[in-house]
Every structure is written in C-alpha cells, then in structure tokens.
C-alpha cells in the first residue's frame, strides 16, 4: 500500500505518469463523458485547518468520477477532543477507502499513515502541500508543454509551498530560484535532501535572498501568503521583512516576456503580489491552476488504489 504524502516519494516517472492521467481525466469530465471509475470508493477528508480549493476539488471530483467524500471536521469528530492520530487512523480507515488529511504537524500525517490500512494523501501540512505543486505541475505542462526545460522562481516566505517546489524540482530535475529573506529560508532537512537528489536528476535548485535574481529569465513566478495559517502571530515581523518580495510589475520584468504568473491561493493583494500583476490575465494563470486541482488530485487517487 502506497501513500501520497511528498512528492519525494514519487519518481519523475511517475509526476509524468499523472500528469497525463490527470490531463485525460480533465478531458473526460469536460466532455461530460460517462466516466464512473470511482463508483463506490469513498474518501475520507479530515481537515484540522479551513479549505476551500482543497475540500472542494476533492468533494466534487470524488463525485464527478462515480464515488463520495465525507467531511470530517474537528469540530465533529473525537480527534478534536483528545482521542489520539493512532486510534483516529485505525478507525476512520475501516469506513473508507482512502483518506486526505489537512493538518499542523507533519508528523502527524506520518503517524496517521503508519496506523492507516488505507493509502493517506496529504492536503497540507506545515511542512509540504503536494496535492498544490502536483496540479500546478499540470498547469505548467499545458501552458508551456513540458516540466522540464522550466526556471521557476519561488519567492516570499519558506514555508510548505517554497518546500514542495523544491522536492518537485529535485525529482523532475527542472531550474528552482527560491528567494526569501534569511529569516525565513525553507526546511533545511528538505534542502539538504532535495540538492542529494539532484545530483541524479540534474536540477538546478538555489536559495537567495534577492528576488530579482530569483526571478532573472523565469518561466514562472510563484508566490504565496507571507503568514500562513497557524503563523497569525508572525503576520506582522514577515511583512516588515518580505515587501521587497513582492511580486509586482517592476519584478516581473526580469522574467522571460512569456511568462507565467501562479499561487495556490488564497491570495492577498497588495502583499505578496499586487492587484496589477495577480489580475493580469496574459500571463496570470491562477483560476486554472486552482481548476487543475480535482484533476491532479483525481489522477493520484485512483493511483493509490490501483483503478483505471
Ligand atoms: N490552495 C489551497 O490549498 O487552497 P485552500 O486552502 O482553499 O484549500
Ligand atoms: N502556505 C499556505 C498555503 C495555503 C494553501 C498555508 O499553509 O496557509
């Protein structure tokens, strides 16, 4: 039994593989074809965080492809009042087929997976979003037709999302330019394994802290919140220190004069990106990024439990 809990877990091959999957499954569901290969799998989302894109693509999408989705809140369930990851893993995977979780800890999600007899795919943690850069690696492919021959350029805070780029880079072997202040750098153990991996795959992965170099000929700027949720308390000491990360007119100009403009959202304008360059809809590819996600996310699952 697999999980899909990083992408380091994932070899190129198989980012690709879904890719495709997703791709087709994408065309399916546009083409309102009949398409059911999920008929009565059900998936289990537990959220310990708020969601929109993620409960939504997941909810929709089970149901799209002939399954369902059961919402399980804190709030509603006995995780939220003491009763342990270990016993919630063991419980929960005797009612369904396979479980999302969003969660703090990344531990937490190791240990709910060690305990799970279903696969487990992680919707977000503090440390990696792997269900964000799997779809927005699909958005790159339709828009500039492969994933390989790219420099992305990753700026703001460090945080799950900077993490996940930087695993996908390593295993895909693409250009990653990572800046953000010193403060606030990615997960150094991430680092150090993602740089081991690309001595094998040929990724180009660097951490700075000067946008403009970052973003120097990039194919694709991508930026998130500067505070991401459970960090309210830091809001104020990141802003102070990220202004000059913000994705603005003055730094796209660096860019390639094709490029592309991604965030997993939520966004907030005039922080990490300014109105002018989130709603400029030549290079902006936000709403089909966010669109991709119930493919991306459609194509994994039915990987995990071996339907095609
Ligand atoms: N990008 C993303 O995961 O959005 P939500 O927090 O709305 O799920
Ligand atoms: N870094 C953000 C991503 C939200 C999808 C957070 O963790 O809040």
Known sequence: ????????????????????????????????????????????????????????????GMKRLGGDAVFLSPRDIQLGRGETIEDTARVVSRYVDIIMIRTYEHQRILTFAKYSSVPVINALTDLLHPCQVLADLMTIKEKKGNIENIKVAFLGDGNNMANSWIYAAAVVGFELSVATPVDFAPNGVVVKEALELSKTTGAKITL????????????????????????EEQKEKKHALMKSYQVNKELTKFAKEDYIFMHCLPAHREEEVSADVIDDEKHSVVWDEAENRTYAQLATIMKLIGRD
């Not at 997703?22 to 059900?42: C, F, H, M, V, W």
């Open 1 to 60: 039994m697999r999980h899909c809990l990083s992408l380091k877990d994932l070899t190129k091959d198989e980012i690709l593989e879904l890719i495709e999957k997703a791709i087709q499954i994408k065309s399916k569901i546009k083409n309102r074809e009949d398409y059911t290969p999920l008929k009565g799998i059900i998936l289990g989302m537990i959220f310990e965080k708020s969601s929109t894109r993620t409960r939504l693509s997941f909810e929709t």
């Open 208 to 231: 700075t802290d000067n946008p403009q170099e970052a973003v120097n000929n990039a194919d694709l700027i991508y930026t998130d919140v500067w505070a991401s949720m459970g960090q």
